[in-house]
């Protein structure tokens, strides 16, 4: 039989049969093509991306894996480095490697070498964009439109995305702005298919097109609604098959929809809560639950000793919650939990003993890890400013982590909604609609703004603009719609440029100064870091000093009202001169009309950096700071990240610049040491 079909598409690689998208994929990436595809979630879209980096490694070229999430990127390093590929890290948390032949990174790290070392990319035959549709995140989707449009012209790309309705158009755009050709690549089709319920408080099963039953079912619970008709005897008629329980807490209806999972057999579960609270509470409330045989058991706390030993961790952990609850078959996971905690329940669930996990969506985002059932503890989250319903494809995207390739028929989806939820939640819309397109939030940053003027020059700055999908998007709109657009654009750019030239980081409209060469080596917070250098703030600052001051520019209060009271003595003076510059920036931006001015510094976590620089243990800070161990410890590998980008635009002749470094080294313990735990792990 031969292994190409007609058309000269592979049909077999590695042992694998692929399947008909992966079969033109393969083939594209075998005629030189830039390849764009489309699948669902647990279609195999990664195959394509192994099968690129495996043929350019074979011809000595070197290959580039982006992905949005850290976690993601550790994961793919670790698969890469078990198959005995030469692979890098990159992830500001992390450099291993740096010259192997294949890198992963994040698209952040991508998009500074493409603007700041394009020559070391001249031998990269693939950057491999992994979860594409992301370009259209609000904070940081214009990093990837940058990277699709200034890449070196050798490189090719892999960009894998779940299905999104407009991935054609995503395509026409990467043809016109990429000189090799695009193969667009779509599958609507799932290895293993969904089947999406709903449950309600009244304890109703129901289908996803079974909404308005349910709706007045649970009107007629609550009360509502249409009176229940009375049987020929006089007496009011109940359901079939006797009353249905109601359950007035969506805690307690969860849990009891647990027990119909548990008792079908529909194990492993994930379970998704917006929020972190919701997701603990519930793992407490089922914490009773023991879903493991004795071999299992046995199984579980082998495995809890192994990873144990190889993190090097105390055995008291096993009599911690998480432990004690794995050892049941329980775990939660969000990004409130330490880091290596995580890295803990994760290593359980892949083994297979952990079946029943209660987490936020960042779980849902790449990371290979399916279930047999997912369930959804609600279809409403916080989406940074009030509730909201989900929108479709980020319910596709979590709901398609249910169903095991080579092991389930079926993958189950279930939805807890109470009356009000069925009353007033799009449900059609969100299971049953098709995922929204994909939109460009284009907007250069001051950064990139510092790389472009000196090559394109102030008048051609705006081509970048010209060549984005937000450009493209628009075109379609009327020639006013249009000249409108491009008047927003130009002026949001041009107001960034004033404020640069203001503050002293251009010269003679083109020429970078020593402000503006430092600021654009620097990415996320390049003015407020470079103001500080340049009027003096840090200069002679201890090591802990300057650990409060990088960590207040990252650090952000996640609970209303602000902040906690801070004493005079825990650098008062300095807390108010970084506030006063900052704050400057902000007014010059706010005067010349910039829409989304700087983040000003949050100093809330002072005392916990405080008494982490002073050697508290991580369970410790939990006295000074009402943030949670996780968010302490990714603000403080995200403070330490920027101390190190800081630290390498600076000049070592600079005082600053041994002290940047033992602030990193005073900061960089423990749990906060990021290399130490991938390294280990």
């Known amino acids: ?43 195999g879209k990664t195959l394509v991306a192994e099968y690129a980096i495996e043929e350019a490694v074979a011809r000595k070229r070197r290959c580039i894996y982006t992905s949005p999430i850290k976690a993601l990127s550790n994961q793919k390093f670790r698969d890469f480095k078990a198959q005995g590929i030469d692979v890098g890290l990159l992830t500001g948390d992390v450099t291993l490697h740096p010259r192997a032949q294949v890198l992963i990174m994040t698209t952040e790290i991508l998009r500074n070498a493409i603007f700041e070392n394009p020559r070391e990319l001249e031998d990269v035959e693939f950057a491999v964009f992994d979860e594409v549709h992301y370009l259209d995140d609000l904070l940081r989707g214009s990093v990837w439109e940058e990277s699709l449009i200034f890449a070196p012209a050798t490189m090719r790309f892999i960009c894998l995305s779940a299905t999104v309705p407009n991935i054609f158009e995503l395509g026409k755009w990467l043809a016109e702005i990429r000189p090799h050709p695009i193969e667009v690549v779509e599958s609507k089709v799932r290895p293993v298919p969904l089947h999406h319920r709903i449950w309600s408080l009244s304890g109703e099963v129901g289908e996803a097109d079974d909404v308005d039953r349910l709706r007045r079912n649970a009107q007629a619970a609550s009360g509502g609604g249409r009176k229940p008709r009375r049987g020929a005897r006089g007496g009011r008629e109940e359901r079939r098959g006797g009353p249905r329980p109601r359950f007035e807490d969506p805690a307690l209806a969860t849990e009891r929809l647990l027990d119909l999972v548990q008792d079908k057999g529909e194990l492993p579960v994930l379970v998704f809560a917006f929020s972190r609270k919701d997701c603990e509470r519930l793992a407490r409330r089922n914490a009773r639950r023991d879903l493991l045989t004795p071999a ?13 030993a190889s993190f090097q961790l105390d055995e008291r952990e096993l009599q911690g919650e998480l432990l004690t609850m794995g050892r049941r078959g329980i775990g939660f996971h969000h990004a409130g939990v330490l880091p290596i905690h995580k890295e803990l329940v994760e290593r359980m669930f892949t083994s297979g003993l952990l079946k029943m996990l209660f987490t936020t969506e960042t779980f849902a985002l790449g990371i290979n890890m399916p279930a047999r059932t997912v369930v959804f503890h609600s279809l409403s989250k916080f989406d940074g400013i009030e509730m909201n319903w989900l929108r479709c494809r980020e319910y596709l995207q979590m709901a398609g982590r249910a169903g095991r390739q ?10 807890v909604l109470d009356a009000k939820a069925l009353e007033e939640a799009p449900v059609e819309r969100i299971l049953t609609g098709g995922p929204e397109a994909v939109m460009s939030r284009f907007q250069l940053s001051y950064s990139s703004l510092l790389h472009l003027v000196p090559s394109l020059g102030l008048e051609r700055v705006h081509e970048a603009w010209e060549k984005s999908f937000n450009r493209f998007q628009h075109r379609s709109g009327s020639p006013s719609a249009q000249e409108k657009n491009r008047r927003r654009q130009s002026a949001v750019v041009d ?43 840090l200069e002679t600052l201890g090591a802990e000093a300057l650990a409060v001051v ?19 003595s825990m650098y008062g003076s300095l807390r108010k001169q970084v506030g006063d510059v900052i704050g400057r920036v902000v007014r010059i ?10 983040k000003e510094p949050d100093f809330g976590l002072t005392p916990a950096v405080i008494a982490w620089c002073g050697g508290a243990g991580i369970d ?58 991938l390294e280990l792990g």
């Open 589 to 598: 931006e706010t005067r010349h009309g910039v829409p989304q001015t700087l």
């Open 1 to 43: 039989m031969s292994d190409t079909s007609e058309q000269g598409a592979p049909l077999h690689w590695k042992g694998y049969t692929l399947s008909a998208f992966q079969s033109r994929a393969v083939a594209a990436i075998r005629a030189g093509k830039n390849v764009l595809v489309g699948a669902p979630t647990g279609a």
């Open 495 to 537: 107001a960034h440029l004033r404020v640069l030239e203001e503050l002293g980081y251009l010269e003679n409209g083109e020429q970078l100064t020593a402000r503006g060469k430092i600021a654009r080596v620097i990415n996320g917070f390049e003015l407020q870091a470079t103001e500080l250098l340049f009027q003096g703030t």
């Open 550 to 568: 990088f960590v207040a520019l990252i650090h952000e209060e996640r609970r209303r009202g602000g902040g906690p009271w801070l004493a005079q």
């Open 406 to 415: 080579g092991i389930d028929d079926e993958g189950l989806v279930y939805s």
């Open 296 to 308: 299992e058991r046995n199984q579980m706390l082998a495995l809890q000793k192994e990873l144990l």
């Open 620 to 677: 410790e800070l939990a006295e000074r700071t009402e943030a949670s161990p996780g968010d302490v410890c990714r603000t403080l590998r995200m403070a330490i990240q920027l101390m190190r980008e800081v630290r390498r635009a600076i000049d070592p002749d600079w005082d600053v610049f041994e002290r940047l470094g033992a602030a990193i080294e005073l900061v960089n313990r423990d749990e906060v040491d990021a290399r130490r735990q």
